[in-house]
C-alpha cells in the first residue's frame, strides 16, 4: 500500500504567496507569506541574500523578482527536507518566471504544473476548481 501523494498548491503574485493542500473539504491554506517578510507559519523566505540588478531597474520588479526567489527558496527547501512530494504554481507570469528560475533541479523536477495565472485573491473554497 503506498503513501498518499503530498502535494502543495502555490499561488503567488508579486506582493504575497500562499501555499495550499487539498482536503477532502476543497483546498486549506498551509502557510502564506508577503514580501514585507512578514509570515504566517512560516520562517522568513528572504534570507537577506541579494541579487545583481541592472542599473535604472524598475524597483517594483526588483521587489517583485527579490519575492519570487523568496519563494522559490522556501520550495526548495520544503522539497529538500521532504515536506512535499510535487509542486503546482499559478502566479503572475513575472512572478512564475522568477520562482521557475530559482528552483533547484530537485524542485523542477517536483513541479506537476504551472499556470501562469494570479489566484491570490481568490479565498480558499473558489481555488479547488482552479486545480482539477
Known amino acids: 500500500m503506498s503513501k498518499p501523494t503530498n502535494t502543495w498548491y502555490v499561488v503567488a503574485d508579486g506582493g504575497k504567496a500562499r501555499i495550499l493542500t487539498k482536503t477532502d473539504d476543497g483546498m486549506r491554506t498551509l502557510r502564506s507569506f508577503d514580501a514585507s517578510g512578514k ?35 522556501h520550495l526548495n527547501e520544503a522539497i529538500r527536507r521532504h515536506q512535499t512530494d510535487n509542486l503546482v504554481i499559478a502566479a503572475a507570469p513575472q512572478v512564475l518566471h522568477g520562482i521557475r528560475e530559482g528552483l533547484s533541479k530537485e524542485a523542477a523536477a517536483k513541479v506537476e504544473t504551472t499556470m501562469s495565472k494570479d489566484y491570490t485573491n481568490l479565498p480558499d473554497a473558489e481555488l479547488a476548481s482552479h486545480f482539477a
Do not use: M
Request: charged share 30%; hydrophobic share 35%.
Open 39 to 73: 509570515a504566517n507559519d512560516v520562517e522568513n523566505a528572504d534570507s537577506g541574500t541579494s541579487q545583481l540588478k541592472a542599473p535604472k531597474a524598475d524597483p517594483k520588479d526588483q521587489a517583485e523578482s527579490h519575492f519570487a526567489k523568496a519563494i522559490a527558496d
